[in-house]
């Protein structure tokens, strides 16, 4: 598998041609950013909130997305401090991200918990998965109180490790 690591303005220029030469490839290639190398090019400053690289942690996140290739987040910084370590995977995860690389073995856990489905998570891709198992033909149900369609099964399955 072969990994880019998106560390300067002109990779993220660039971003979908790197990602379409991945996705060309063989293994299971994906996307990593370089933070730290990109907050040096651009002479940003690497806050708590990574205002600063919005649009990079986007885009590489919908170029991977969109050749089906993997997105990992930046590292961070902040070696023993637990907050921000878990704010930062929370913003990957909901950017897009699978994962994060990490720079120190205390990291681990805090990564591995953040980026893996919750049980209240697994629970409901679990009720989802059900309710189309029991109505195999239907597009769109009601899941504990909610509208659940054909894309949100994907989801659940994807959360469940089926898919």
Do not use: Y
């Amino acid at each position: 598998a072969l990994w880019a690591m998106i560390e300067t303005p002109r990779g993220i220029l660039a971003i979908d041609e790197i990602a379409d030469e991945l996705a060309a490839g063989t293994g299971t290639p994906g996307l990593v950013v370089g933070i730290n190398d990109l907050a040096l090019a651009m002479q940003a400053r690497l806050d708590a909130g990574r205002s600063a690289f919005r649009l990079a942690l986007q885009v590489t996140v919908l170029a991977a997305r969109a050749r089906g290739l993997i997105a990992l987040d930046g590292v961070c910084n902040a070696i023993g401090d637990e907050a921000r370590l878990r704010a930062e995977c929370e913003d990957g995860r909901t950017l897009g991200f699978d994962g994060k690389t990490l720079i120190h073995p205390g990291q681990i856990e805090t990564a591995n918990a953040v980026f893996s489905p919750s049980a209240a998570e697994l629970a409901e891709a679990e009720a989802v998965i059900a309710a189309f198992d029991a109505a195999p033909d239907a597009g769109v149900l009601k899941v504990d109180g909610r509208m659940v369609e054909r894309l949100h099964l994907e989801a659940a399955r994807r959360i469940a490790g089926g898919a």
